[in-house]
């Protein structure tokens, strides 16, 4: 019986695992790529490149990649596109989903998410869609602006969308429907939660699975949220305000405790949750890594981010909040992990490999970003031993693995 009782789990593993094929920030939405033999360093002008595309308009949506197809979005004139690759970086398709956001800092917001052979996103316009990832086909659209009677923000929409199971969840930031659960295959609604009645504040969600319950944490405009995942009912709020009301971060969960970061000079907080999920207690406040939308990773009860303002990159213990060391080894910018070390992308265009040592960043290697417009905002993807770099208008690939 225990034998096939792992079994069964085993086989519920993989079944979970196999739904999701890309999702923001990694396997886990915590920036750490499971991908190992990588390089531990680089030659003077970088990895080896293997192809690029310099077509794909503009915007700042990474680049979702799956065992056959690698895709990311952009905006060619006043139209967003979703665009698919093949591995070795011929164009498959490229479906146009309509008018993006074009005011302040243009372009694509969110990355596509790739789950059971199909691509969820969302526009900065409000447009959740769902396509075929063959073709690019729409299976279902809907506007949670207009129909579930959000808010758009002074930015545009920006939400990696989040999936468990049949479930999908967004953030539409109304005063009634702020959090929405959908049938992910139909796009009907499950559940509203009023939330705290905030509008979305950029921030791509996590789900928490506990004994007692899921738990589906975000952020609003003033506020962290806990909301029970299987019913919408608000189970506790926190609060979160900073100027201009951008919470781009995605949480971290771990151990029983729960960090969040928004830039401003806000920095993060640690929250501990209670075990059932009903709760939560604040533990400790460190304004010095108030990273803006660069994202931190944990890695051996230490937290990696850079600050708001490009005065160093910072190291933090997740325990406690105390800066164990900070240094200046790039601009500030965004940050993920993979096979024990820190790959972090410098809004000034610098890509630098650094280890995490017990008592600094050393720096290993560094390359300029040769290719692409605009800003370097968006997040870095490992897999399949690769480096997906976009920059404006230019999707790059490099070779970084043994």
């Not at 077509?55 to 060619?76: L, P, W």
Request: charged share 15%.
């Amino acid at each position: 019986m225990r034998i096939l009782f792992s079994l069964l789990t085993l086989m519920l593993s993989v079944t979970v695992m196999a739904q999701t094929e890309s999702q923001w920030h990694g396997p886990n939405r915590d920036g750490i790529y499971p991908d190992k033999n990588l390089l531990k360093s680089w030659p003077a002008e970088g990895p080896k490149l293997l192809w690029r595309f310099d077509e794909i308009g503009t915007g700042h949506a990474s680049a979702a990649v799956t065992k056959d197809f690698i895709y990311t979005a952009g905006v060619v004139g006043l139209n967003g596109f979703i665009f698919c690759f093949t591995p070795d970086g011929k164009l498959v398709w490229k479906m146009p989903y309509g008018e993006e956001w074009m005011e302040s800092w243009p372009g694509t917001r969110s990355t596509p998410m790739i789950n059971d052979g199909k691509i969820y996103f969302l526009s900065g316009m409000g447009k959740l869609m769902c396509l075929n990832t063959q073709n690019g086909s729409l299976v279902w659209t809907i506007n949670i602006l207009n129909a579930l009677h959000g808010k758009n923000i002074q930015w545009g929409l920006t939400e990696n969308l989040l999936i468990d199971g049949n479930t999908l969840y967004c953030t539409p930031g109304g005063p009634d429907t702020n959090v929405v659960a959908m049938d992910k295959n139909s796009g009907k609604t499950i559940w509203v939660s009023k939330g705290n009645g905030e509008k979305s504040a950029y921030c791509s969600p996590i789900l928490i699975k506990l004994s007692a319950r899921n738990v589906f944490v975000t952020q609003t405009e003033n506020s962290i949220l806990g909301i029970d995942a299987g019913t919408g009912k608000l189970l506790w709020r926190h609060d979160q305000p900073n100027r201009y009301s951008v919470h781009a971060n995605t949480p971290i969960f771990h151990d029983g405790n729960l960090f969040c970061s928004s830039g401003y000079g806000k920095g993060g907080v640690m929250l501990k949750l209670a075990a059932d999920g009903s709760s939560v207690q604040e533990v400790w406040r460190n304004s010095n890594m108030d990273n803006r939308m660069g994202g931190f990773v944990l890695i051996n009860g230490r937290i990696y981010g850079s600050d708001d303002n490009g005065k160093a990159w910072y190291c933090l213990d997740w325990a406690t909040g105390k800066v164990i060391f900070s240094e200046k080894i790039t601009g500030k910018g965004s940050i993920i992990s993979a096979d024990g070390m820190l790959y972090c992308y410098g809004d000034n265009g610098e890509i630098a490999l650094a280890e995490p040592t017990p008592t600094g960043f050393k720096k290993i290697s560094s390359f300029k970003v040769p290719f692409g417009t605009d800003q370097h905002w968006a997040h870095l993807v490992i897999a399949n031993g690769r480096l997906y770099v976009r920059h404006g208008n230019s999707l790059m690939v490099y070779q970084i693995s043994l």
